[in-house]
């Protein structure tokens, strides 16, 4: 459905060709007329969906620009997803001035308190800092025609439903409320009976929630095993950007330093940083600064970037709605995305309930050697040497090569050039990983391995149709080249992309050992 069908404003109009929308999501073609009618609205929708354009458009078609007081209130879960909402209203907004304005914890409230004084029509908030606001008297909320209550689920885990309970009291009663939220427990049910006015219920099924452009792989591997075997997958599969999922804080921390210990542009993201320090690492990887983002499924509640071609799950979910909140990060826009899950022996029930829910057989892969990661290595950087020649002027350094070819072999130098910029071999920084208490064993039936192993990762085409598999460096070629064309330069991530945090530049501990030789 074309969104000129949905009944909005010229003006709305415009922000969302500008935006680059161009049809509506199911979500956003049965939520926006609802909402648009006066409706109270339960829209059970993952993140990836649309949702957050489901209810922006029809709040900025019904608010008040001429009237200072806040009309709509917006409460998001982290302050990750409240920074994202607001960019997202004030840009559909900007035609229409609408003034916007998000708080959240862990920020100066002096400066938000500031912003709150500007009159805003429409305020983004987390539930914490929304009630403190309310209770230091530097927030209105009697003139607020407009409740959204956004990753309802998440904010239940979160421990912050007595918060949105308060925060509704303070509310008019004459009001219009919608509730978004991937699952719909009894507790969240309950909010929709309590402070709903019969709510229409829109739900986007599971089908609709995985895509044809993803391609699903699992990888049976001891818990132990886990980071080896992913860091080979990086060297074989070259993904562009990553997000590597895992259970824990501490498993953040202890895969993202490992990560960057072995040369990879890696940083980690969870609630206990500061503030400052999330925004940084957001803005790194969303601008292609930073290549893998390791993240808990709370940290990265939210993250909406069109650019992710890879989804680690490092550790398999709990629950299957989790695992389709993963993988929506990635095959976005059109482009092509890779998920891999990584799974114990007694964790294979936990597999199969995911199947269950996104009617998507997952394939096997076996682990990669380490000859074939240090094929896919290689392969990086005869790619960054072609770079590196394609942008020099080599007149400029012709006397210099001459007298280099005639002191060493050409073979030789061009070995040395990529023992340069080849990343340091896997297996020579060693990296702890803290086991993790194992998940209980789910379902009593054995779960064999699915019909056998692919070899190397992402080069299956999707689906099972039974597509060609090749071996060792052929594969890694192929997956990068079978993406959408130049998604890599799509991007506009600016010069030559280099995927190691050194710089391109190897460390001088771990060479990979061979001579060059004088000519005699």
């Known amino acids: 459905m074309k969104f000129k069908e949905l009944g909005l404003s010229e003006d709305l109009l415009k922000a969302v060709t500008e935006a680059g929308y161009e049809e509506a999501t199911p979500i956003q073609a049965e939520t926006i007329p609802m909402v648009l009618a006066g409706q109270d609205v339960i829209g059970q929708a993952q993140t990836g969906t649309g949702k957050t354009a489901a209810f922006a458009l029809p709040i900025l078609e019904k608010i008040d620009k001429s009237n200072p007081n806040v009309q709509a209130l917006v409460v998001s879960p982290t302050r990750e997803l409240a920074i ?24 100066d409230i002096r400066r938000q308190i500031k912003s709150l004084k500007n009159h805003p029509q429409v305020v983004v908030g987390t539930p914490g800092r929304l009630l403190d606001h309310i209770r230091r008297r530097t927030l209105k909320l009697d003139h607020v025609q407009m409740l959204v209550l956004d990753e309802a689920d998440e904010m239940l885990n979160m421990g912050f439903l007595d918060d949105i309970e308060d925060i509704i009291k303070q509310l008019p009663e004459e009001r219009q409320t919608m509730l978004f939220s991937a699952t719909m427990p009894p507790e969240i049910k309950r909010v929709g009976v309590q402070f709903m006015q019969d709510p229409k219920h829109v739900k986007i099924k599971a089908k609709e929630l995985t895509t044809d452009l993803i391609d699903q792989y699992y990888v049976r591997s001891r818990d132990f095993e886990k980071f080896d075997v992913m860091t080979r997958f990086f060297d074989v599969q070259d993904p562009d950007l990553t997000i590597v999922f895992t259970r824990t804080k501490r498993r953040v921390d202890e895969i993202s330093n490992g990560l960057q210990a072995r040369g990879y542009n890696a940083a980690g993201i969870h609630g206990d940083l500061t503030q400052k320090r999330r925004t940084q690492i957001m803005n790194e ?24 071609t890879h989804v680690y799950n490092y550790d398999i979910p709990q629950d299957p709605d989790s695992y389709v909140h993963r993988v929506g990060r990635t095959g976005r826009a059109g482009k092509h995305g890779v998920s891999m899950t990584f799974v114990t022996p007694n964790e294979m029930g936990y ?10 057989r997952m394939l096997p892969l076996k682990p990669p050697s380490a000859e074939e990661a240090f094929v896919g290595q290689l392969g990086v950087a005869k ?27 050409a073979e030789d130098l061009a070995a040395a050039l990529l023992n340069a910029v080849t990343k340091d071999d896997n297996s020579q920084v060693p990296v702890k990983i803290t086991p993790e208490r194992p998940l209980p064993k789910r379902g009593g ?7 056998g192993y692919h070899r190397g990762g992402g080069y299956h085409r999707g ?53 060059i030789r004088k000519k005699d």
């Open 445 to 451: 039936k054995r779960h064999g391995s699915g019909g």
């Open 84 to 107: 994202q909402t607001q960019e997202e209203i004030y840009k559909l907004g900007r035609n229409e001035r609408a003034n916007v304005q998000v708080v959240y914890g862990g920020a």
């Open 351 to 360: 597999l199969r309930e995911i199947e269950k829910l996104t009617k998507v």
């Open 463 to 515: 689906g099972g149709n039974g597509g060609s598999h090749h071996g060792g460096g052929e594969h890694r070629h192929y997956d990068r080249n079978r993406r959408s064309g130049n998604d890599r330069n799509d991007r506009n991530r600016g010069g030559n992309r280099d995927r190691r945090s050194n710089g391109g530049r190897r460390s001088e501990g771990a060479k990979h050992g061979f001579t």
């Open 285 to 308: 990887f969303r601008h292609g600064k930073l290549d893998i983002l390791v993240a808990t499924d709370v940290a990265a509640r939210g993250i909406d970037i069109n650019d992710v």
């Open 383 to 409: 790619e960054a040497v072609s770079d590196l020649i394609n942008k020099t002027d080599t007149e400029k350094y012709a006397d210099a090569a001459k007298s280099l070819l005639d002191e060493y072999d």
